[in-house]
Nanobody, 121 residues
């Protein structure tokens, strides 16, 4: 399984970006994580493809949304109302073991290379 994340960039406070994760295939659990400099990797959102249940970290709830284009085998993370604290490298991941989790990386066997998101104040 190969994942390719893209769509990152520099955006102003309050702006929007849409991250893409193109995959050769996706498994049961799909997650987006991020890692800021000097900080641990943290979960942003995840989805269980078996039933479509989707979860978001409190810090992004109401601002971020996951979606998919099955025909393109691509997952998206729409990020609105971006804040400087959203600055990080964002990673997509997938794995066969459910349920998905934002609190630990155990369910995820495959990771994209990461895409940098920088939000200026």
């Amino acid at each position: 399984v190969q994942l390719q994340a893209s769509g990152g960039g520099l955006v102003q406070f309050g702006g929007s970006l849409r991250l893409s994760c193109a995959g050769s295939r996706f498994h049961h659990a799909i997650g987006w994580f991020r890692q800021a400099p000097g900080k641990e990797r943290e979960g942003v959102s995840c989805i269980n493809t078996s039933d479509g249940s989707t979860y978001y970290a409190d810090s992004v709830k109401g601002r971020f949304a996951m979606s998919s284009d099955n025909a393109k085998n691509t997952m998206y993370l729409q990020m609105n109302n971006l804040k400087p604290e959203d600055t990080a490298v964002y990673y997509c991941s997938t794995g066969p073991t459910g349920p998905c989790s934002m609190y630990y990386t155990g369910p995820y066997d495959y990771w994209g290379q990461g895409t940098q998101v920088t939000v200026s104040s």
